[in-house]
């Protein structure tokens, strides 16, 4: 088989705690990233080979962790003193594999987005930037 599904991602939120403990955020029904990326340098000089241009890796950047949730207000609004938070809290990610694989980072939530059409559910969109190393187990 080439593939897995993806249904049974959890979404958790750090206490902050020594130990800190994590508490699955509820209704979640879609989650993208952390979007690795990386800078290049140039490092092309007069003598690099056969004209060609030269790069070196640079910074690592974690990107954003956008989460879409089906809004349950009384369960969600809590997050709100995360977006007021100027420090990044932890966050993680499992994937429902045999493994049970996890992604840890710290974040700051930069968005908070509901949405309340007159015809369908109560949603929300969060978004959060990942402010260091993520850690992958």
């Known amino acids: 088989m080439a593939g897995e599904n993806a249904f049974g991602v959890a979404f958790a939120r750090g206490d902050?705690?020594?130990?800190?403990?994590?508490t699955a955020l509820a209704a979640v029904n879609n989650v993208g990233g952390p979007?690795?990326?990386?800078?290049t340098i140039d490092v092309t000089a007069?003598?690099?080979p056969n004209g060609w241009m030269e790069f070196v890796g640079g910074l690592k950047d974690?990107?954003?962790?956008?989460?879409?949730?089906?809004?349950?207000?009384?369960?969600?609004?809590?997050?709100?003193?995360?977006f007021n938070d100027k420090d990044p809290r932890n966050y993680r990610l499992?994937?429902?594999?045999?493994?049970?694989?996890?992604w840890g980072f710290p974040a700051i939530m930069t968005g908070f987005q509901p949405t309340a059409p007159v015809d369908d559910k109560l949603s929300a969109s969060l978004t959060f930037k990942v402010a260091g190393e993520p850690t992958f187990s």
């Open 16 to 22: 902050g705690a020594v130990p800190e403990v994590f």
């Open 35 to 39: 979007s690795l990326t990386r800078s």
């Open 46 to 48: 007069h003598d690099s």
């Open 62 to 82: 974690g990107g954003e962790v956008t989460i879409d949730v089906n809004y349950m207000p009384a369960a969600h609004d809590s997050l709100i003193a995360d």
């Open 94 to 102: 499992t994937f429902p594999d045999d493994d049970q694989t996890q």
